[in-house]
């Protein structure tokens, strides 16, 4: 699959000025039992920033790569010295002219957000085609992204409501405007803007409802319970990781995989996945679902003994309990392989558990209030400080505020260290979109007001 060239410019990390490498994407994995999938429809290309067409080219349409050029002016010395010089790696001035065009990033009209180094200035919005809904969190540290292409999210929207309904049976009639006040089609598209086709978002979109329908089902909101939760959360993980048994069994588990809407909608997003990602980029995509699931249990379990954890011990969980499945997809859905050795690293290991953690708090955060107009108890972060700490609502929600801000922070700085250290193509552009992944998040949230609104504390 060619390249569809680096992320658009929008990001708080480097561009890519180079294209990766590209990689076949052989379906991999065992096919998973049951009816088959409807064939995946071929996506036609559609330059990076440019609005994408509802009428999709046929097959024999390939995308064709696209260069994003990165300008030759712009204080790159400064840049360098001010931020990536201070850690491990650190670049000089000295450093090769090439990667200091990779570090430099753009400039001109509304890329203020993409510089590497730390900025303690609030970032300036770039002027959306439309306004905005919803207020950001003040305080928040984060950076604003351009409206998400109206054609594509449409196009998104349209093909993800139809999948879940027609396909999988994913909810009941009467949850449709629930599903419709998530808009997945906006969130996918401002998470992954350089994805080369609108199938290529889809695959994000299809996986992201299916991990929703787990949790509303399993652990939420819609009939979930922490009771049993380990069992159902085995058996759904089949359907991500195929179950290896005998002839005389395996047809029972194919059938268990029809049985519920998460199951459903578990395989047939993951068969989606095997057609157009790597057998490598499968299994890290299992790892860390395998990763989730262990953060929903060890949630599930204080649930059943009333233990309010300490902060440390509920920040550990939420770096399982948590977005990093979705970012862990930016090279898949981006139409390119992050090859499985440089995803290892660990300096690489640590930049995404930090961009997890501070989307996850974001959650937090926004969801905040509509989590204590539900039933029970919900944990997220200004009540454990709360009740931990010992302080007040609003100043807990506040220390949360910061606790956020410095695990972005410390995203970016890592990230920007790694960039440094290894400056290979394909590693600056997967950092590049797991960055616009963590802006696209927020942006999310922030306009989401069907689903979230914001505490009184100011």
């Not at 510089?115 to 609030?122: G, K, N, T, V």
């Not at 950076?143 to 196009?155: G, K």
């Not at 699931?293 to 939420?318: F, K, N, Q, S």
Request: glycine share 8%.
């Amino acid at each position: 699959m060619p390249d569809p060239g680096s992320s658009p410019l929008q990001s708080s990390l480097p561009a890519a000025a180079a294209r990766a490498h590209a990689h076949p994407h052989a379906a991999g994995g065992v096919a998973l039992p049951g009816p088959p999938s409807v064939p995946v429809p071929a996506a036609g290309a559609v330059p990076v920033g440019a609005s994408v067409p509802v009428d999709v080219p046929g097959p024999g349409d390939v995308p064709a790569p696209v260069d994003v050029p990165v300008p030759d002016d712009g204080p790159v010395g400064g840049l360098i010295d001010r931020h990536v010089g201070e850690g491990a790696g650190a670049v000089t001035r000295s450093s090769p002219a090439a990667l200091e065009r990779i570090l430099r990033g753009p400039s001109g009209l509304g890329t203020a957000s993409v510089h590497l180094a730390r900025r303690e200035e609030p970032p300036v919005s770039p002027a959306p085609e439309t306004p905005e809904e919803g207020n950001p969190i003040p305080g928040l540290y984060y950076h604003p992204v351009p409206e998400p292409d109206p054609a594509r999210v449409a196009e998104v929207g349209r093909r993800i409501k139809e999948w879940a309904v027609d396909e999988v049976q994913a909810y009941p009639p009467e949850w449709e405007d629930q599903f419709d006040g998530f808009s997945i089609g906006r969130y996918m598209v401002a998470c992954h803007p350089d994805a080369p086709t609108v199938e290529h978002v889809m695959l994000a979109a299809r996986l992201m409802v299916a991990e929703n329908a787990v949790d509303d089902c399993y652990c939420e909101d819609h009939g979930g319970s922490p009771i049993g939760l380990g069992g159902r959360l085995l058996l759904a993980h089949t359907a991500l990781d195929p179950l290896h048994t005998t002839a005389e069994y395996e047809p029972e588990w194919g059938k268990s995989l029809w049985s519920d809407a998460p199951r459903r909608t578990y395989r047939s997003a993951m068969e989606y996945f095997l057609e157009m990602a790597t057998p490598s980029q499968a299994d890290r995509f299992r790892h860390d679902m395998a990763r989730l699931h262990m953060g929903y249990l060890a949630e599930a379990a204080w649930a059943e003994t009333d233990h309010m954890p300490e902060v440390w011990e509920y920040l550990a969980m939420r770096q399982f309990n948590n977005f990093r499945p979705c970012p862990t997809l930016t090279d898949s859905v981006g139409g390119y392989e992050l090859p499985a050795d440089l995803h290892a690293r660990p300096d690489m290991q640590r930049v995404i558990a930090l961009a997890g953690n501070a989307t996850t708090i974001v959650n937090d955060l926004y969801s905040y209030t509509k989590e204590l107009k539900s039933p029970g108890r919900h944990l997220n972060l200004p009540v454990v400080l709360a009740e931990r700490e010992g302080i007040s609502d609003q100043e807990a929600y506040l220390k949360a505020v910061e606790v956020h801000n410095d695990l972005m922070r410390g995203f970016e700085s890592e990230a920007a260290t790694l960039a440094a250290a290894c400056p290979v193509p394909n590693v600056l552009r997967f950092l590049r979109g797991v960055a616009v992944w963590v802006d696209g998040n927020h942006y999310w949230h922030q306009t989401n007001t069907y689903r979230y609104s914001l505490p009184d504390f100011w």
